[in-house]
C-alpha cells in the first residue's frame, strides 16, 4: 500500500489543499520518510505554476511533520507552522472527509471494474 501525500499534508495517504481556491494535490509516496522531499517540491510546484506562496502549513501531530528537516525548510521559506489538536480526527475534517470521499470512490471504481487492490494508486490518480 502506498503512503498518500496532499497538500494539507496527511500520510498513509498524503494530500494537500489550499483553503483559498480548494485546489488539491496528491502525492504517493512508499514510505513516509519521502514527505519532507515530497513536501519541498510542492512548495517549488506552488510557486512555479501558480505565482503564490505558502504562508502557513497545517498539519496532524505526526512526526513525518514535526521534524527538524522540515522546521528548518520552513523558517527559510518563512512559512508558519501549525498543527491540530492531539487525536482530533474533527479539527483535520476538511483532509479526512477528501481522504473518505477518495477512498469510496476508488474503491467503487475498482470493485466496478474487477481489479484487485494492487491497482489502486493508479484508480486515484485517475479520479
Avoid at 502525492?27 to 510557486?47: H, I
Avoid at 479526512?96 to 484487485?116: H, I, K, M
Wanted: with cysteine; hydrophobic share 30%.
Amino acid at each position: 500500500m502506498f503512503n498518500l501525500f496532499t497538500s494539507q499534508f496527511a500520510t498513509k495517504k498524503d494530500h494537500g489543499k489550499d483553503n483559498y481556491s480548494g485546489h488539491i494535490s496528491v502525492y504517493f509516496l512508499p514510505s513516509k520518510s519521502e514527505v519532507g522531499d515530497t513536501f519541498k517540491k510542492y512548495v517549488a510546484y506552488m510557486q512555479n505554476q501558480f505565482e503564490c506562496n505558502i504562508r502557513q502549513f497545517k498539519s496532524d501531530r505526526g512526526t513525518e511533520y514535526l521534524n527538524n528537516e522540515i522546521q528548518q525548510f520552513l523558517d527559510s521559506k518563512g512559512i508558519i507552522q501549525g498543527t491540530t489538536s492531539g487525536y482530533d480526527s474533527q479539527a483535520n475534517g476538511i483532509c479526512e472527509r477528501f481522504n473518505r470521499t477518495l477512498q469510496s470512490l476508488v474503491r467503487a471504481n475498482l470493485l466496478n471494474d474487477g481489479l484487485s487492490n494492487k491497482f489502486w494508486h493508479y484508480a486515484a490518480k485517475y479520479e
